[in-house]
């Protein structure tokens, strides 16, 4: 399975940005999915996570009501829809998907799931 984080780039406090993960090597349809983010000097933290069937979802609070988690089964991609971005926001983001298929989009992933590379989004003020 390999997960491939894009879209990051600098962009200016209130501003919007999108990040994709594109996914292969499995059946992309039956596996919940999720969005971290890590800044510098602090742990990981969840995002937001989406549903196998793209029709539950959950975020942070403190992304509620700005960030869109979504997906495309068909592209076997997975997008965060990010706005009002704020400097807070600056992390390198990472896409990640469970090892186990179906269940409930839960908040907490492990290191036995399934993780791309990270992209970075930075967030002047």
């Known amino acids: 399975v390999q997960l491939q984080a894009s879209g990051g780039g600098l962009v200016q406090a209130g501003g919007s940005l999108r990040l994709s993960c594109a996914a292969s090597?499995?059946?992309?349809?039956?596996?919940?999915m999720g969005w971290f983010r890590q800044a510098p000097g602090k742990e990981r933290e969840f995002v937001a996570a989406?549903?196998?069937?793209?029709?539950?979802?959950t975020y942070a609070d403190s992304v509620k009501d700005r960030f869109t988690i979504s997906r495309d089964n068909a592209k076997n991609t997975m997008y965060l829809q990010m706005t009002s971005l704020k400097p807070d926001d600056a992390a390198v983001y990472y896409c990640?998907?469970?090892?186990?298929?179906?269940?409930?989009?839960?908040?907490?992933?492990?290191?036995?799931?399934?993780w791309g590379q990270g992209t970075l989004v930075t967030v002047s003020s």
């Open positions: 990640a998907a469970r090892r186990v298929p179906y269940g409930v989009p839960g908040t907490r992933y492990s290191d036995d799931d399934y």
């Open positions: 090597g499995r059946t992309f349809s039956r596996f919940n």
């Open positions: 989406i549903g196998w069937a793209g029709d539950r979802t």
